[in-house]
Structures are given as structure tokens and as C-alpha cells.
């Protein structure tokens, strides 16, 4: 399998020296796992480490302080109530940090079983023996696709406009977007299918609900290989409960995968001090090849 340069960030011990890409790994593959029969499952193939209770910005002068609530010991309050813009709708901009684990297995925690057309199962479970990790997107850096991007790990900046919601990944320099302006999305033969999906979003309450279609059929929904086919939708909830923390609640709508929709729901934290770092899939690979 390729063998991959871990980076990590890093806060210099010499204040004149700034913080740096710190190699902590020379050639690693990626992080495996083994599972019942033998087979084995690549879990991250993304080529680093983010150590992210260190800030990025070592590389600027003059930074403004950020206006965030703080405790009486000067660390970030997490737990303050979650900001609102001027005309009271609800500021979900930020960068934000997914847990470990959701894009391994998408239903993780989810107590009823993935219900799997009989085809879609029985690929599942092929891809999750190891036997086609050579053909997973993010293993031939080609995008994760949304839901999968939300939960690499890897942080991701929400930039919200009145008209306009971005979604901008560390992990591969991806990102993507969600109108507001009231446009509607219509399949037809003449959509050109994507990894990320054509986005419309709305505010139901205090939460943003963004619906995606028009997807290739080549995403991979997790790690263990849950299918998709060009007839997936997905419906994605995000709501700030605090200023440190957002629930994202996703549906999984594909009737040629899967016998009904089904979903979860994640917590993500916010980074308040720190910034997005540029990533290159395969700048540091140093070989390819091998035999399946």
C-alpha cells in the first residue's frame, strides 16, 4: 500500500522559532485494523496527525485577538451560549473537529442495523473484509464525499452568508457549498454527478438543515464501505447547542442501497484558537505499487 509522511502540529520550545510540521512517522502505510475472518481494513489513510490543542498562527503578525468568551482563567469558554448574528439567527461559522471513529463505521453507536438492499450488503461486507481497499476514494485521493468528509479527521470551517453556506476541509483542500437563496434542486440528464453533492439549505428553528443530491454513486458513506448509488440524498442538521459544541444529524436517503433512510447523529467541537493547514494527498508518498 502507499506509504505515506505523518505530519503533526507543533509548538516550538523556543518562543524566536516558530511552531513547525514535526515528522512523526518516516513511511507509515496507514492505521489497520483486523477483522472476524481475517480480513483487513484500512482506517485512516489520510497522511497525518493533528495534535490540535496547539494554535497554527506562528506564521502571522499582528493577529487580532479573537472574540471569544473566556473563562475567569483566560481558556476559551466552550460552554457559553452559542453565538447569533445581528437578526438573531443562530452563527454556526468556526472551525470544528469531528470525533474519531464516525468515518470508520458511519453507524457507529446506531443500535438497528444498516437496512441493507441484499446487494449493498453483501458488497458491504466484502469492503469491509479489506478485500477492495485499493478502490476506496480517499486511498486514490479522490474526495470522501459529504457525509464522509464531515467526520475525517481532520478540522473543517463552516463560512456562513446570508445567501451562501461553505464547508472548507483541511483533508484534501476540499470543499463545498450550500445556497440559501431559495434555489431548488432538480435532478435531470443533464447533471453532471459529483462527489459532494448539489446543497440547498434552510433554518428550521435554530437548526440548519442542508439537503444534497446529485451524487456520482461512487461514494464510499464510511471506511468499512457502506455504498451509495447516483440515487442518494442526503439530509444534514446542524445545530449549535453552546459556543464549543454542534450537533450534526444525518440522514442516509438512497431506496437503491438501503430498504428506508437511515442515519446518525455526531458531536463536533469547536477549535477556537487555531487555524486550517494546508494538505496535499500523496505530497509525501514515497511508494506505490504492490499486489492486491
Known amino acids: 500500500m502507499p506509504a505515506f509522511k505523518v505530519f503533526t502540529r507543533r509548538s516550538s520550545p523556543n518562543p524566536a522559532r516558530p511552531p513547525d510540521l514535526l515528522g512523526v512517522g518516516t513511511t507509515i502505510g496507514a492505521h489497520n485494523t483486523f477483522f472476524p475472518g481475517g480480513g483487513m481494513k484500512t482506517l485512516l489513510r489520510l497522511g497525518f496527525v493533528a495534535l490540535l490543542s496547539t494554535t497554527a498562527s506562528a506564521q502571522w503578525v499582528n493577529v487580532p485577538a479573537p472574540q471569544i468568551p473566556r473563562t475567569p482563567d483566560g481558556k476559551p469558554n466552550l460552554a457559553a451560549p452559542a453565538p447569533r448574528l445581528p437578526d438573531g439567527t443562530p452563527d454556526l461559522s468556526g472551525i470544528w473537529q469531528p470525533p474519531t471513529g464516525y468515518i470508520r ?17 453483501a458488497l458491504y461486507d466484502e469492503r469491509a473484509a479489506g478485500k477492495f481497499w485499493r478502490e476506496e476514494p480517499d486511498a486514490n485521493c479522490l474526495p470522501q464525499g459529504v457525509p464522509k468528509v464531515l467526520f475525517a479527521p481532520a478540522p473543517w470551517r463552516i463560512v456562513q452568508t446570508p445567501k451562501i453556506v461553505f464547508f472548507v476541509h483541511e ?28 446543497s440547498t439549505a434552510s433554518w428550521q428553528g435554530d437548526t440548519l438543515v442542508v439537503e444534497s443530491g446529485g451524487f456520482n454513486g ?3 458513506l464510511d471506511q468499512l464501505g457502506k455504498p451509495s448509488t447516483e440515487a442518494l440524498r442526503v439530509t444534514t442538521r446542524f445545530h449549535r447547542k453552546d459556543f464549543g459544541h454542534m450537533d450534526i444529524g444525518v440522514t442516509i436517503d438512497d431506496p437503491k442501497a438501503y430498504t428506508r433512510p437511515w442515519g446518525n447523529s455526531i458531536a463536533v467541537t469547536l477549535l477556537p484558537d487555531t487555524q486550517l493547514m494546508e494538505f496535499i494527498c500523496l505530497e509525501n508518498e514515497k511508494k506505490t505499487g504492490g499486489t492486491r
Open 105 to 121: 463505521d458511519l453507524a457507529r453507536d446506531v443500535k438497528e442495523p444498516v437496512p441493507f438492499q441484499p446487494w449493498a450488503k
Open 171 to 198: 483533508a484534501f483542500n476540499l470543499w463545498w457549498q450550500a445556497f440559501m437563496d431559495g434555489r431548488r434542486f432538480e435532478l435531470t440528464p443533464d447533471v453532471a454527478p459529483t462527489w459532494h453533492g448539489y
Open 218 to 220: 461512487r461514494v464510499w
